[in-house]
């Protein structure tokens, strides 16, 4: 349970560069309205953001080529399957997890 | 003439907001155990674990502190990749904040700052069936989401000193069959007419997200394609 001033400075600054982003919309949205063409494109964030996190793990960078990354795919195919069938949160993430253990004690 | 009232589906309350975060704590406690583990491998303390947690509240921004740390990265270069891989919350707090406008400032400020991933997905989803989001509802699911964050990354620090290797037990993957789960979701909530247009952005991802990682790290990746992706979705409207 230690810990040193550079440590804590370095810590408060990451938390500074976290901070600002999430906030910087709350205080910018509550003081203008926002434009018709930045909220429809507002609209396309989640669903964007949501995939993009999805696929990057579907790709591995292995010197200069970037390959798919299998297993991390296969675990995905039941994963969505269980999230389509059930579209509940905790039950596809226990799905995500276990398919996960279940491909790593196949394939290492 | 009598008009229609149109009941909203979940009430705005705190208590409300905690019942709809517990689906997502299974995927806080087994990446904030993760984490813990990870931190005290990577030669951090549990005090630090725990301050990371508490101050920094990003699962990915607090997994690459690690890495970098161990790697002896500069202060200026940890600092500016935390800020890169968090910058993606400008665009989800971009996304939710319109919805809270009749608040005051400094709950603004509030529902900013606990701003996660996965409350984002939560939010966004419960925004797309009913067009409104609740402060107390907010509150509810932010603070649950944060506490047990904090208490999940200070318990595994605890037993990362005899717990090696939680990957075995795909336990990192919570993460990414979360974010799945949250996609589906909100799928779910978009007009039917609308289904097919969100699929071609989605394949376009997948062609973004293949041709930029050969040029940059993936958390850039994933900004800059949607950024491009969201703008592509607003130029093929209708």
């Given at each position: 349970m230690t810990t040193s001033v550079a440590m804590v400075l370095l810590i408060l600054g990451c938390a500074l560069v976290t901070w600002i982003p999430r906030i910087l919309p709350f205080i910018l949205v509550k003081n203008m309205k926002m434009?018709?063409?930045?909220?429809?494109?507002?609209?396309?964030?989640?669903?964007?953001?949501?995939?993009?996190?999805?696929?990057?793990?579907?790709f591995e960078k292995e010197e200069a080529i970037v390959t798919v990354h299998w297993l991390n795919v296969m675990a995905f195919i039941p994963t969505l399957f269980i999230a389509l069938l059930t579209k509940s949160l905790s039950k596809t993430v226990i799905a995500g997890v276990l398919t996960m253990a279940g491909l790593r004690l196949f394939f290492g | 003439?009598?008009?229609?009232?149109?009941?909203?589906?979940?009430?705005?309350?705190?208590?409300?907001?905690?019942?709809?975060?517990?689906?997502?704590?299974?995927?806080?406690?087994?990446?904030?155990?993760?984490?813990?583990?990870?931190?005290?491998a990577s030669g951090i303390s549990v005090l630090e674990v725990f301050l990371l947690s508490v101050l920094?509240?990003?699962?990915?921004?607090?997994?690459?502190?690690?890495?970098?740390?161990?790697?002896?990265?500069?202060?200026?270069?940890?600092?500016a990749t935390i800020f890169i891989v968090n910058l993606r919350h400008l665009l989800m707090s971009l996304t939710i904040a319109p919805y809270f406008t009749k608040y005051s400032m400094l709950r603004n400020i509030g529902?900013?700052?606990?701003?996660?991933?996965?409350?984002?997905?939560?939010?966004?989803?419960?925004?797309?069936?009913?067009?409104?989001?609740?402060?107390?509802?907010?509150?509810?699911?932010?603070?649950?989401a944060y506490t047990t964050w904090i208490a999940a990354?200070?318990?595994?620090?605890?037993?990362?000193?005899?717990?090696?290797?939680?990957e075995k037990w795909g336990l990192d993957y919570a993460l990414v069959a979360m974010f799945v789960a949250l996609l589906v979701l909100t799928l779910a909530s978009i007009p039917k007419e609308k289904l097919m247009h969100y699929i071609k952005l989605i394949l376009i991802m997948v062609i973004?997200?293949?041709?930029?990682?050969?040029?940059?790290?993936?958390?850039?990746a994933v900004l800059l394609s949607t950024v491009i992706v969201a703008t592509i979705g607003v130029a093929l409207e209708k």
């Amino acid at each position: 349970m230690t810990t040193s001033v550079a440590m804590v400075l370095l810590i408060l600054g990451c938390a500074l560069v976290t901070w600002i982003p999430r906030i910087l919309p709350f205080i910018l949205v509550k003081n203008m309205k926002m434009p018709k063409i930045v909220l429809r494109w507002l609209a396309y964030i989640p669903v964007c953001i949501l995939s993009a996190l999805v696929i990057e793990g579907f790709f591995e960078k292995e010197e200069a080529i970037v390959t798919v990354h299998w297993l991390n795919v296969m675990a995905f195919i039941p994963t969505l399957f269980i999230a389509l069938l059930t579209k509940s949160l905790s039950k596809t993430v226990i799905a995500g997890v276990l398919t996960m253990a279940g491909l790593r004690l196949f394939f290492g | 003439m009598e008009r229609i009232e149109q009941k909203p589906l979940t009430p705005d309350t705190f208590l409300q907001g905690v019942k709809d975060c517990v689906p997502t704590l299974l995927g806080y406690i087994s990446i904030g155990l993760a984490f813990g583990v990870v931190g005290i491998a990577s030669g951090i303390s549990v005090l630090e674990v725990f301050l990371l947690s508490v101050l920094v509240y990003a699962g990915s921004a607090q997994f690459i502190f690690c890495g970098l740390y161990l790697a002896g990265a500069p202060v200026t270069a940890v600092i500016a990749t935390i800020f890169i891989v968090n910058l993606r919350h400008l665009l989800m707090s971009l996304t939710i904040a319109p919805y809270f406008t009749k608040y005051s400032m400094l709950r603004n400020i509030g529902f900013g700052t606990l701003l996660t991933d996965e409350t984002f997905g939560v939010s966004v989803v419960s925004a797309g069936k009913e067009g409104r989001l609740g402060g107390k509802w907010m509150d509810g699911l932010n603070i649950t989401a944060y506490t047990t964050w904090i208490a999940a990354c200070t318990i595994g620090g605890v037993i990362g000193q005899w717990l090696p290797d939680p990957e075995k037990w795909g336990l990192d993957y919570a993460l990414v069959a979360m974010f799945v789960a949250l996609l589906v979701l909100t799928l779910a909530s978009i007009p039917k007419e609308k289904l097919m247009h969100y699929i071609k952005l989605i394949l376009i991802m997948v062609i973004s997200m293949y041709g930029m990682l050969y040029f940059m790290p993936g958390h850039l990746a994933v900004l800059l394609s949607t950024v491009i992706v969201a703008t592509i979705g607003v130029a093929l409207e209708k």
